[in-house]
């Protein structure tokens, strides 16, 4: 099993920026297509973008032209860059791995919490107004 572990929340105010990392562990052969998650109370976890080992990143049209999706594959760490942060942004943010469908599919289709089948804890952002 492949252990994910967030970082880099935190508190910032409307416009700021925060750059989440994600360090992978343990199985690591599992560790393919690394995304970012985000979850609000009441709501299950959507997508905020993916990126597979080679190749393009996928994004959320919420986190186009704001968020960049990052990693380093030697390290084994993943990275979100989050600009011009909105209050809407407030979430707990998950790293997420182990894909269990083809990447390509990401780009006919949404992925969901179902489709990786390791996460962290999560980390919380809280964009205040």
């Known amino acids: 099993q492949v252990q994910l572990v967030e970082s880099g929340g935190g508190l910032v105010q409307d416009g700021g920026s925060l750059r989440l990392s994600c360090v992978a562990s343990g199985s690591i052969f599992r560790v393919n297509a690394m995304g970012w998650f985000r979850k609000v109370p009441g709501k299950s976890r959507e997508l905020v973008a993916t990126v597979p080992t080679l190749g393009s990143p996928i994004y959320a049209d919420s986190a186009k032209g704001r968020f960049t999706i990052s990693r380093d594959n030697a390290k084994k760490r993943a990275f979100l860059q989050m600009n011009s942060l909105t209050p809407e942004d407030t979430a707990v943010y998950y790293c997420?791995?182990?894909?269990?469908?083809?990447?390509?599919?990401?780009?006919?289709?949404?992925?969901?919490?179902?489709?990786?089948?390791?996460w962290g804890r999560g980390t919380q952002v809280t964009v205040s107004s």
């Open positions: 997420a791995t182990d894909l269990q469908v083809d990447y390509g599919l990401g780009l006919e289709r949404r992925f969901g919490e179902i489709d990786f089948a390791s």
